[in-house]
């Protein structure tokens, strides 16, 4: 029977140190691993096609994979009625080409779409910004049709699907789970879907962030090269998800206080006032130095949120199992040593360049030899290689409610005219 663990900050560091080698496991499982909304808009996937503008020739076989497909769905925690099943069935009795063609393209739009960017949209992604290019509405009818003549539908949809092993480990425990066992069900379902949000190639190289687990991973050729505990945003100022590109780090970084805390260090000792023209203050720095809040390194990753991975002065809070304090960003453990992991291809910084760079007092960047993908993701469950179950974490934002709810909901079927 699968165990839903949510004593997972209870593990000890040799677990940790046990699962680095095992390549499927960047987001933290079975280890110590990691709500406002911005004004930004979220970046989301289009809307399936409502009225599709031109017809594909089905065939009674390509429907009946189209149905095939359908009815196992709920394999990859879908649920067959949002894909009507019985209206599809019904057109393939009909022997009506017309009735036919329009319903089975309007369900292969709505299937590939979810397949490849996720079931769940809108506002029940909270606080979502990373952008998925893996479909889009001229690719999907080029690729519907091509599965159509070839007889390809059923792989041609599963080749949609995420590619990381996370997705492939979750889908194997969701198969044999209880189907009494609701409550697991549901988590393994939309940690499924998010993985779903994803784009499924991730880069031969990437930094990734899950929030739940307080962990931050460097992994490269599928494995996990680097791992460190991290600090992540308070409830009050919740890190979002979103993708970056990280093109540096700098070391002795000057701290840019964001507006909304601005307030908190007027007036105090060890920041420095930005004025405009007339004099005004517009904003306060914080320079380098042992008090800096950005610690002795920050990785250049440019992003409309202001959300970064760093280093702190608060290094005590690693120790907690619990680790959400931050405004936003990401403190990372180690952050010197998880920065002279990514700048090894560069041959140039080594740990006593690292260190001369620190001793100079000044603020120095140091570029990667190319610029390295950063996913900050919001995982509450990952599956445990090889055991058959799950390791849950905390639903900190409580994010999970709005997910389940939008997967469960009968309102998606709408989207066809019966």
């Given at each position: 029977?699968?165990k839903?663990?949510?004593?997972?900050?209870?593990l000890?560091?040799?677990?940790?140190?046990?699962?680095?080698a095992?390549?499927?496991?960047?987001?933290?499982?079975?280890?110590?691993?990691?709500?406002?909304?911005?004004?930004a808009?979220?970046?989301?996937p289009?809307?399936?096609v409502?009225?599709?503008?031109?017809?594909?020739?089905w065939?009674?076989?390509?429907?009946?994979?189209?149905?095939n497909?359908?009815?196992?769905?709920?394999?990859?925690?879908?649920?067959?009625?949002?894909?009507?099943?019985?209206?599809?069935?019904e057109?393939?009795g009909?022997?009506?080409?017309?009735?036919?063609?329009?319903?089975?393209?309007?369900?292969f739009?709505?299937?590939?779409?979810?397949?490849?960017?996720?079931?769940?949209?809108?506002?029940?992604?909270?606080?979502?910004?990373?952008?998925?290019?893996d479909?889009?509405?001229?690719?999907?009818y080029?690729?519907?049709?091509?599965?159509?003549?070839?007889?390809?539908?059923?792989?041609?949809?599963?080749?949609?699907?995420?590619?990381?092993?996370?997705?492939?480990?979750?889908?194997s425990?969701?198969?044999?789970?209880?189907?009494s066992?609701?409550?697991?069900l549901?988590?393994?379902?939309?940690?499924?879907?998010?993985?779903?949000?994803?784009?499924?190639?991730?880069?031969?190289?990437?930094?990734?962030?899950?929030v739940?687990?307080?962990?931050?991973?460097?992994?490269?050729?599928?494995?996990?090269?680097?791992?460190?505990?991290?600090?992540?945003?308070?409830?009050?100022?919740?890190?979002?998800q979103?993708?970056?590109?990280i093109?540096?780090?700098?070391?002795?970084?000057?701290?840019?206080?964001?507006?909304s805390i601005?307030?908190?260090?007027?007036?105090?000792?060890?920041y420095?006032?930005?004025?405009?023209?007339?004099?005004?203050?517009?904003r306060?720095r914080?320079?380098?130095?042992?008090?800096?809040?950005?610690?002795?390194?920050?990785?250049?990753?440019?992003?409309?949120h202001a959300?970064?991975?760093?280093?702190?002065?608060?290094?005590?809070?690693f120790?907690?199992?619990?680790?959400?304090?931050?405004h936003?960003?990401?403190?990372?453990?180690?952050?010197?040593?998880?920065?002279?992991?990514?700048?090894?291809?560069?041959?140039?910084?080594?740990?006593?360049?690292?260190?001369?760079?620190l001793a100079?007092?000044?603020?120095?960047?140091?570029?990667?030899?190319?610029?390295?993908?950063v996913?900050?993701?919001?995982?509450?469950?990952?599956?445990?290689a090889?055991?058959?179950e799950?390791?849950?974490?905390?639903?900190?934002?409580?994010?999970?409610?709005?997910?389940?709810?939008?997967?469960?909901?009968?309102?998606?079927?709408?989207?066809?005219?019966?």
């Open positions: 029977m699968q839903l663990h949510f004593a997972v900050f209870g000890t560091l040799a677990a940790l140190s046990a699962s680095v095992a390549q499927s496991d960047p987001v933290g499982a079975a280890q110590l691993q990691p709500v406002p909304l911005p004004e808009t979220s970046i989301l289009p809307p399936p409502q009225a599709p503008p031109i017809t594909i020739e065939n009674r076989a390509a429907a009946g994979d189209l149905l497909y359908i009815d196992r769905v709920g394999e990859e925690g879908l649920d067959p009625a949002d894909y009507q099943p019985e209206r599809l069935r057109a393939i009909d022997r009506d080409p017309t009735k036919l063609n329009t319903v089975a393209t309007e369900l739009l709505r299937l590939s779409s979810d397949l490849a960017l996720g079931h769940v949209r809108g506002d029940s992604r909270v606080d979502w910004h990373v952008n998925d290019p479909l889009n509405g001229n690719e999907q080029a690729m519907m049709e091509r599965a159509v003549k070839n007889g390809s539908v059923r792989d041609t949809l599963s080749a949609l699907l995420p590619t990381h092993p996370q997705y492939a480990e979750l889908k425990v969701l198969a044999t789970t209880p189907k066992e609701k409550a697991t549901d988590k393994i379902r939309i940690n499924m879907d998010r993985w779903r949000w994803l784009p499924r190639d991730l880069g031969q190289k990437y930094v990734i962030v899950n739940p687990a307080y962990m931050v991973a460097l992994v490269e050729d599928g494995r996990v090269v680097a791992r460190r505990r991290a600090v992540a945003g308070a409830v009050k100022t919740a890190t979002p979103l993708n970056a590109s093109s540096g780090v700098i070391f002795n970084p000057w701290w840019e206080v964001p507006k601005a307030p908190e260090v007027r007036g105090k000792k060890g420095v006032a930005v004025k405009d023209e007339q004099g005004n203050v517009v306060y914080q320079p380098p130095g042992p008090s800096n809040a950005l610690g002795r390194m920050k990785l250049v990753m440019p992003n409309e959300i970064y991975l760093h280093d702190t002065n608060a290094k005590g809070l120790d907690k199992q619990a680790r959400a304090y931050s936003g960003c990401i403190r990372t453990e180690d952050a010197l040593g998880f920065a002279e992991v990514l700048l090894q291809s560069t041959g140039k910084w080594d740990k006593d360049a690292i260190k001369k760079a100079s007092g000044k603020s120095v960047q140091a570029n990667l030899a190319a610029p390295v993908p996913y900050i993701t919001y995982f509450t469950a990952a599956a445990v090889d055991k058959r799950i390791v849950a974490y905390k639903d900190i934002y409580s994010r999970d409610t709005p997910v389940v709810t939008a997967l469960n909901s009968r309102g998606n079927t709408a989207f066809a005219s019966k």
